[in-house]
């Protein structure tokens, strides 16, 4: 059944999730349970993704940096047992590329950090883009057979930036990622330009996810309780990002710094085009 909110209450629960905010902060704030702001986000993820599938065609990216960014879904992946579907609960990756020129994001994918999400991953991204790129990942070897396969007809110039860590004991409070002592960018496939091997947009980018959706926020229990959901709610934050969050640094949104939309949408403008077909 259609989700009978009026329109401003759906831009209100949708302000609120792209801000970050629960489904249960989001219910407290705008007044609407939350098995209807539930409903909402579902509707609005898969409006989303089928509108990023439908923009993201043709891109000019030239210079992308790839990355995995870790969530959990039911349960972190110490506590799942042989009783359950591994595919259901336990970690799970969200695989993001970023333009390092306009901050666009052409694709993602939630799924297991494995070769099969990997290949997957990288192909759709290779699907998206106009020209020869450089590609810069950290030194998960997963990605290499895919970009060898994927940008074949293309071409592509990658190369890995491998960090090296300095070694203590993390003991059993610590939290944060031990310190980089060491980098090296080690060139894979073409001839990539040294001093534009890096991963520093995309590791940034990560950091936007987890300010703009409240279940990546590490340390709470809004976690997703089905993958489903980190699907849905990862693909209104990027339609959100790319379309109407502009970038403080180019003065527009990353869509309309690659050329995919001519205007900076509002929130209605996302919610339009996402739940009625409504395109700018």
Partial sequence: MANALPRSKQVAVVNALVEGCSIRSTERLTGVNRETV????VRMGDGCASLLNEFMVDLPCKRLELDELWSFVGKKQRHVTDRDAPSRVGDVWTWVAIDAET????????????????????????????????????????????IGEAFAGKGVDYAQLIKTYEIENAGSGRYSPPKV???????????????????SYVERQN?????GVRRYTRLTNAFSKKIKGDGVATALH????????????????????????????SVEDLVEAALDGVRK
């Avoid at 997957?120 to 020869?132: G, K, N, P, Q, T």
């Avoid at 002592?181 to 991963?199: A, D, H, Q």
């Avoid at 990027?238 to 900076?264: D, E, I, W």
């Fill in 207 to 211: 950091l936007t996810v987890r300010m």
């Fill in 103 to 146: 901050k666009l994001v052409p694709t993602f994918l939630v799924g297991k950090r494995d070769a099969d999400c990997a290949r997957a991953f990288v192909h759709d991204l290779a699907s998206r883009l106009r020209y020869h790129v450089q590609v810069s990942t950290d030194g998960l070897r997963a990605y290499v057979e895919p």
């Fill in 238 to 265: 990027f339609a959100h990002y790319n379309f109407v969050r502009q970038h403080k640094t180019l003065r527009c949104s990353p869509a309309m710094a690659a050329g995919v939309s001519t205007t900076l949408w």
């Fill in 181 to 199: 002592t060491s980098t090296e960018k080690t060139p894979i496939f073409g001839c990539p330009v040294e001093e534009l091997v890096s991963t």
């Fill in 38 to 41: 539930g409903t909402l986000l």
